[in-house]
């Protein structure tokens, strides 16, 4: 055999070695602390970095999934996958979330390549028939809500719902498919209205009368709040 094919057999060999590393690398399942550091990483700098802006709350979401990809890849990170809830448990979280389905603002998978179905989708359809089965494939599910697009200040029904919905779903999860890693489940909460600061103890007090899932976490009063808002042009 001549030496350059030698070679070249070698090098192939070394090249599919590294592909196979490469593979099993990203079939690693981080440790739940490493994706919460991560997430709330990129909560902090969106926040720090966006909270002076005024913009509709779709800007907003598009900024804030910019921040997830750059912590956990493009193929990591999606918005919106929908879930139907009709014939879920019955359960107070259930009865405070509206609709016979809901979406997600932002979500990261454990592994990376986005599949999502919809439960009515005709490409792609949830086998379970609600879409509650992609929580197997996320490690995070979140909501965002935004401060600055409501121009009376925040609605606490809508955040104290927010939180509900997501109790609601880690719940019916865990029923549906007992036994399987839970997503961790973030409420983040931009308090960024130009003239007033919302009211977290209004807040703690509507929780306190349904409380919540202990396992859905509310970002934005101690972790990484806004420091500056945006300042609303002078009237003339």
């Given at each position: 055999m001549a030496e350059a094919e030698r070679r070249a057999r070698r090098g192939g060999a070394q090249a599919t070695l590294r592909v196979?590393?490469?593979?099993?690398?990203?079939r690693v399942v981080e440790d739940d602390s490493n994706v919460a550091r991560k997430f709330e990483a990129a909560w902090s700098v969106f926040a720090q970095t966006c909270g002076q802006y005024l913009a509709p709350e779709a800007t907003y979401q598009a900024w804030f999934a910019h921040y997830l990809i750059s912590q956990f890849g493009i193929d990591r990170v999606a918005r919106e996958p929908i879930i139907k809830k009709e014939h879920f448990a019955e359960s107070p979280w259930k009865a405070r979330v509206l609709g016979n389905h809901v979406r997600l603002d932002a979500v990261v998978t454990r592994q990376p390549g986005v599949m999502l179905p919809h439960y009515a989708n005709r490409l792609v359809r949830a086998e379970d028939g609600s879409g509650l089965q992609i929580l197997r494939d996320l490690v995070v599910i979140s909501e965002l809500k935004v401060a600055a697009t409501q121009g009376g200040g925040m609605d606490h029904t809508e955040v104290a719902r927010d939180v509900y919905k997501l109790s609601m779903l880690l719940a019916e999860f865990e029923a549906a498919h007992p036994g399987s890693p839970l997503p961790l489940a973030y409420v983040c909460v931009l308090d960024n209205h130009p003239?007033?600061?919302?009211?977290?103890?209004?807040l703690r007090r509507r929780l306190e009368d349904v409380p919540a899932d202990p396992r859905v976490r509310i970002l934005g009063e101690q972790f990484a709040g806004v420091t500056l808002r945006p300042a609303l042009p002078s009237r003339t």
């Open positions: 196979g590393a490469a593979w099993q690398h990203d003239r007033r600061a919302y009211d977290w103890a209004h």
